[in-house]
């Protein structure tokens, strides 16, 4: 299904792609790898950013996009809700498929978003020293279409 994107959300894919080649270029200069960013947009207009959180104990890893979202409740309030995520990570050239997040993101993104966020995939290619093209095509699909049935614990009387 196709999604114009909105002026918020054109927004936030504006500022994704200076934030990640400012991060990206920071990380080559002290020799990192690329990773996936993920940039939040809540419903009261904030972004936050987020990056994985990877340690040598799987368990404790944090993908991007709950990194994101976290953010945003540290900065708002849980009561905060996901408008848009957009999610990018570093593909080795312009025709390899986007990365789109995992399952644990995709109810996160759910949970504290609704059935009609916005999730934006795209991927940024390191073409030489310093030096990406970003977003060379992007996916927009809705929080329902990634996560069709939500999990939903029973209620009890």
Same mark, same amino acid.
């Given at each position: 299904?196709?999604?114009?994107?909105?002026?918020?959300?054109?927004?936030?894919? /504006?500022?994704? $792609?200076?934030? &990640?080649?400012?991060?990206?270029?920071?990380?080559?200069?002290?020799?990192?790898?690329? +990773?996936?960013?993920?940039? +939040?947009? /809540?419903? %009261?207009?904030?972004?936050?950013?987020? @990056?994985?959180?990877?340690? %040598?104990?799987? /368990?404790? %890893?944090?993908?991007?996009? $709950?990194?994101? &979202?976290?953010?945003?409740?540290?900065?708002?309030?849980?009561?905060?809700?996901?408008?848009? &995520?957009?999610?990018?990570?570093?593909?080795?050239?312009?025709?390899?498929?986007?990365?789109?997040?995992?399952?644990?993101? $995709?109810?996160?993104? %759910?949970?504290?978003?609704?059935?009609?966020?916005? +999730? &934006? +995939?795209?991927?940024?290619?390191?073409? $030489? @020293?310093?030096?990406?093209?970003?977003?060379?095509?992007?996916?927009?699909?809705?929080?329902?279409?990634?996560?069709?049935?939500?999990? @939903?614990?029973?209620?009890?009387?």
């Amino acid at each position: 299904m196709a999604h114009d994107l909105t002026e918020d959300e054109e927004e936030l894919v /504006s500022y994704a $792609r200076e934030k &990640i080649v400012e991060h990206a270029q920071k990380r080559w200069e002290e020799g990192l790898y690329d +990773v996936l960013y993920a940039f +939040v947009l /809540s419903d %009261n207009g904030g972004i936050y950013a987020g @990056k994985p959180f990877e340690s %040598n104990q799987p /368990s404790f %890893n944090v993908c991007a996009e $709950r990194h994101a &979202i976290n953010q945003m409740q540290y900065e708002e309030s849980e009561q905060a809700t996901v408008e848009a &995520i957009l999610v990018a990570g570093p593909v080795p050239d312009e025709d390899h498929p986007e990365t789109m997040p995992c399952g644990a993101c $995709r109810h996160a993104i %759910n949970e504290f978003g609704d059935k009609d966020t916005t +999730v &934006i +995939v795209s991927s940024f290619v390191r073409e $030489r @020293k310093g030096e990406w093209t970003m977003f060379p095509k992007i996916r927009v699909f809705t929080a329902r279409e990634l996560y069709p049935e939500s999990y @939903k614990p029973v209620e009890w009387d």
